[in-house]
Structure formats: C-alpha cells, structure tokens
C-alpha cells in the first residue's frame, strides 16, 4: 500500500494506492462530516448527477493502520492533468462545477470546504470532483471559506487568459495555489475594471486580500467577521457562475485553420495513413493512447473509436480548446482529453519535494504513442536530436506508431528556410539508427509522398 504524496496536506484523510486500485482513508477530522454527509445523501445526489466520483466503503482493515475507521474504494482515473495543460474551457468548466456543486450543498447545510482546481479530474468521460472530503457541513452565517481559492484558481486565470492572452496559463507552474490576486489584477487590461463582477471579486478582492495582509504584519486586531447568510452565500455563488460564465476564449491559430491546405498529402496518401494507424489500433487493442503532436484530434479520434482512452497533446492552445469543445458537445467521440503542453518541455514534477503534481513521465507508460509528423519539428524547431527522442518515447510507451517526414519534403524544407544546413543529424538512416536503440520495427508502410510509417515495439519492458 504506497500513500499518494500529492493527497498528504489535508488532516481529514489521505489517498493510497495498491495493485492499481486507489483508497482513501478518513481520519478522526474528517468521520462526522463524511456521516453526516452520508446519512443525509449528499454523495448520492451528487454521484447520480456525474459531478462526484463515486466511492464504496471497503473494510478499513484494508488500509491496516493507515485507516483508523473509514475506507473508501475509488475508481482511478485514466489520467491525472493539471490546470496549465487544460483548454481554457476546461478550466472554466471545472469552476463551474464547483457552482453547481455550491448551489446543491448549501441549502442542504452543507458546502465545500475548498474550492481547489487540482481536485477535478477527467475520468475518462467527463469532468468530476475526486476529493470526496472537499464535502463538510456548512458553518453556520459564515462567508465561504473557499471563497479566496475559488478566485484565485478559477476566476483570476480564466479572466487573464481571455483578457489577455491564454498562455498565462503557465503561470500556474510557479504558483500551485492559484493567481495572486494582485498580480492578476495587474495582468488584466484597464477594460477589465468595467465589468462589474471581476471588479468586485478580482480589483476589490485583491485590494481587501493586500490590507488584510499588511494588518496582519503589523499585528494589528482583524475587524469581526462578515456574517453570511445561505441566501447571501448563494447569491455570491451564482455572481461568481455569471462571472465565469461570461468569460470566454475564441481560439485563433493560423498554424491549425489552415492545416488541411497545407499537409503534404494527396487523397491516396491520406486513405493509405489513415487505414494503416486503424489497423495498428484494432491489432495492438490499447487501452491507453497518447497522440502527441495531436492538433484538431483527427487521429486521437480514430483511437477513441477503437476503444481506447486518449490524451490529445498539443502546443496549440486553439487546437486544444477545438478539439476539446468538440469532444464535450458530443462532435467528437468521447474519451479524449486534450491538453496543452510543448512536448520540448513537457510538464515537470512540481510541489513539495517535486512529488505533488507528477511529471508527464511519472504519468505513463501508454500503451500506445501516436507521434505522427511530428518528430521533424522537435529537430529542427527544438534541436533535440532523434536519439534523444528515441529515449523519451522509449520511456513512455510500450508501442510507437511514428510517421517519418523526410529532408526532401516541403514542410521539412519550410523549417530549414533560415537554418540552412546548420542542423542536426536528419535522415532515414539516422532516424532508424536511433530509434533502433529503443525499438523493434513490427511494421512499415511507404507513403506515396515519400514520408513513412512505423510500429515500433519498445525493448524495454515498461
């Protein structure tokens, strides 16, 4: 039985894992609230509605010492993401799910006693909240206890991104609490002020939050605490929903609306493409696909409808939040999950002891990686030599279907426009000396274009 070293800040309970199967265990501060809450059917009402991922209470000999009376069997999810890798409405999704979640509890006397956007996750169909002790009952007249988090994780980075620019969404890498406030506001046009909802929960918030700090320091005596009540507190509630609501994002990538004119394939090529990865899927039957260099999802599709659970990674954010908006109106098949990343510098390991949010890495193996014209731009645009690209894939999956794209092809020549022949190593003999470190080839096909297909099988066993 390991403990999840990203689950151990919160004294109510703690989340463990053994042979694939994910526990979580309720300590004495968190008991009356998780009977209270059971007794009463909060759990039940929010399961049935798809916003809670379900649990059943096992034995809590289960977790032996570890769980001193309550122990809870959950489904795991397919993959754990973070809020910098989501599309924008994504993240604007989840903060609506923690509103709707609010309006339901409240007058039921309870609410959420954190409003953490770490604690939503896809599980493979849609989003949901794991942290099932997030749940506590609702004290009486007070503010919302989450109030500052709900801002600063939710409402703060979806008001920058679509005020400003979307890839702030980095940001969260430096700051796992959330936006500061005051850098926030600082990051928001002067337009922003006009709204009169970011202006009473971002400027006016981030301006209390500052004076309440430097009281604080000054150790001076904190004024008596607002008294809420549950009609005030829904009404915050539903003028955060409008808030977060009303914010959008209208992706604009050149790269990705123009894809289809200028790919380098006739229709035989595509036809020939497209039936060979479909083939690769039905073979290989995995479970777990990484499409890296995914764009609009047009592949990630093909494995889905095989029956397999994909992530869909890209740098684009237009192409992410397309593909995304797709899968969630039901255009698109289900169990995909786009995320953004640069795949020359994926997502690291962060947090305390860089255990909390785990690396892409530590996220895998997938049984199957996708990397379809995609490896001639980490050359070229990233300088990452093919060998070192062989490592990489070699360490995160057990399968790789990989297109090469030669010297002589036109988007390889559009890359070398300004380089010349100051490159790295590139060409077919390279490519298979490299990737022969790593991988045995299972199949290959020649397309008309001149660029190639290859199963490889990795040597390794992951």
């Not at 979307?166 to 890498?173: A, G, Q, S, T, Y």
């Not at 006739?266 to 493409?273: G, H, L, Q």
Request: with cysteine.
């Amino acid at each position: 039985m390991k403990a999840n070293p990203a689950s151990f800040r919160d004294p109510a309970g703690r989340v463990f894992e053994s042979d694939g199967e994910v526990y979580r265990a309720i300590y004495d501060a968190g008991m009356e609230d998780f009977r209270s809450a059971s007794r009463d059917g909060i759990y039940d009402i929010l399961i049935k509605k798809n916003l809670l991922i379900d649990h059943r209470e096992v034995a809590p000999e289960t977790l032996g010492e570890s769980c001193n009376a309550i122990c809870l069997r959950h489904p795991r999810v397919p993959m754990v993401s973070y809020p910098w890798e989501w599309p924008f409405s994504a993240l604007r999704d989840a903060a609506l799910l923690h509103l709707r979640i609010m309006e339901i509890l409240v007058p039921r006397g309870y609410w959420l006693r954190d409003a953490n956007a770490f604690n939503v996750q896809f599980d493979g169909e849609r989003l949901k909240l794991i942290d099932t002790l997030s749940i506590g009952r609702r004290e009486a007249d007070r503010p919302w206890v989450a109030y500052k988090q709900f801002c600063s994780q939710f409402l703060a980075p979806l008001a920058v991104a679509a005020k400003s620019d979307i890839r702030l969404f980095d940001l969260w890498r430096s700051n796992l609490e959330g936006f500061p406030l005051d850098l926030a506001v600082k990051l928001l046009p002067g337009s922003a002020r006009l709204n009169p909802r970011l202006y009473m929960h971002l400027y006016l918030h981030a301006r209390m939050q500052v004076s309440s700090d430097s009281k604080d320091q000054l150790h001076e005596t904190s004024p008596k605490e607002v008294r809420m009540s549950d009609t005030a507190l829904l009404g915050l509630v539903r003028s955060l929903r409008k808030a977060v609501a009303g914010l959008s994002y209208k992706p604009s990538s050149a790269i990705w609306q123009g894809y289809t004119e200028i790919r380098t394939y006739d229709e035989a090529d595509v036809k020939t493409k497209t039936r060979f990865i479909e083939q690769a899927i039905e073979r290989l039957e995995p479970s777990v696909v990484w499409d890296f260099g995914g764009n609009t999802g047009e592949f990630s599709e093909l494995a889905a409808r095989g029956g397999a659970f994909v992530v869909s990674v890209d740098s684009d954010p237009a192409c992410t939040e397309y593909l995304y908006q797709r899968v969630s109106s039901g255009e698109a098949a289900s169990g995909i999950l786009p995320l953004t990343m640069d795949l020359a510098n994926p997502s690291p390991a962060l947090g305390f002891n860089q255990e909390e949010r785990q690396g892409l890495r530590e996220r895998g193996p997938a049984d199957l990686l996708l990397g379809l014209a995609l490896i001639h731009h980490l050359v070229f645009s990233s300088s990452v030599p093919l060998e070192r690209v062989a490592q990489w894939f070699g360490q995160l999956s057990r399968r790789l279907l990989i297109e090469f794209v030669p010297e002589t092809d036109p988007m390889v020549r559009k890359l070398l426009v300004n380089r010349g022949d100051d490159h790295l190593p590139y060409s077919l003999e390279v490519f298979r000396n490299a990737f022969d470190t790593e991988f045995e080839v299972e199949q290959e096909q020649a397309l008309g274009n001149g660029r190639r297909l290859f199963v490889l099988k990795n040597k390794a066993e992951l």
